[in-house]
């Protein structure tokens, strides 16, 4: 399956509140992305992390990556309503050598104003 | 950030036509551009890599002679959905990778999506 596995499938939180996705995926990974969709529109790439690194920070976005577990999160702080989206973890594979970007199942978070 | 643009953004054909989609890089060149399909709530499935100047490599299970891809320079890709019939219809997006830009080859830039309903 070209699909990792996230959880929560779908998340409700109240304007202010932190949101926190998981993904898993299957096999060595040369970095892992995430990325946010807005209903019925294109991706926009949020922070990639490599897999020579644990955590990685950019504005109210904070990744972390345990290859141990072939596992990482995505937690956004201090969520705003303008954060209500679908959200993708995707792999880039050491096998594919062209990098080809492999998406999890997804999140939808939906903050409450 | 690089810019992809994709046309048209919807489209609406009857069974057994064929429908071509273009997605192209703005502001950069892209040696390499994707195709993914996404079924409503749905993850993105990568279709099919496309190499400017040469052939597409398929994912598996994807028919090559049903979605004909054609990546003739480094600005532009066409994906075409020949007879199209209404299991065809889904969300497709296409993205490009920058080689030169500050995103490197890691980062692909996505397009907004075509969205295809075949009645």
């Known amino acids: 399956s070209q699909q990792g596995e996230e959880d929560p499938q779908a998340l409700s939180i109240q304007e202010g509140e932190n949101a926190t996705m998981n993904c898993s995926y299957k096999t060595s990974i040369n970095n892992l992305q995430w990325y946010r969709q807005n209903s019925g529109r294109g991706l926009v790439h949020l922070i990639l992390?490599?897999?020579?690194?644990r955590e990685k920070h950019s504005g109210r976005l904070r990744v972390t990556l345990d290859t141990s577990k072939k596992s990482s999160s995505l937690l956004i702080t201090a969520s705003r309503a303008a954060d209500t989206a679908s959200y993708f973890c995707a792999t880039a594979r050491i096998e594919t050598g062209a990098n080809n970007l492999f998406f999890g199942t997804g999140t939808r978070l939906t903050v409450i104003p | 950030g690089a810019v992809v643009s994709q046309h048209p953004s919807w489209v609406i054909c009857k069974s057994g036509t064929s429908v071509k989609i273009e997605c192209r890089s703005l502001?950069?060149?892209?040696?390499?551009m994707f195709w993914y399909r996404q079924f409503p709530k749905q993850s993105l499935m990568l279709m099919a890599t496309?190499?400017?100047?040469?052939?597409?490599?398929?994912e598996q299970g994807v028919e090559k002679d049903k979605f004909l891809i054609n990546h003739a320079s480094l600005t532009l890709s066409t994906l075409t959905v020949t007879s199209a019939h209404p299991e065809d219809s889904s969300f497709y997006i296409c993205?490009?990778?920058?080689?030169?830009?500050?995103?490197?080859?890691?980062?692909?830039?996505f397009g907004p999506g075509t969205r295809l309903l075949v009645l």
């Open positions: 993205s490009a990778r920058d080689f030169v830009g500050t995103g490197g080859r890691e980062t692909q830039y």
């Open positions: 502001d950069f060149q892209a040696t390499t």
């Open positions: 992390i490599r897999s020579n690194e």
């Open positions: 496309s190499n400017e100047g040469s052939k597409a490599t398929y």
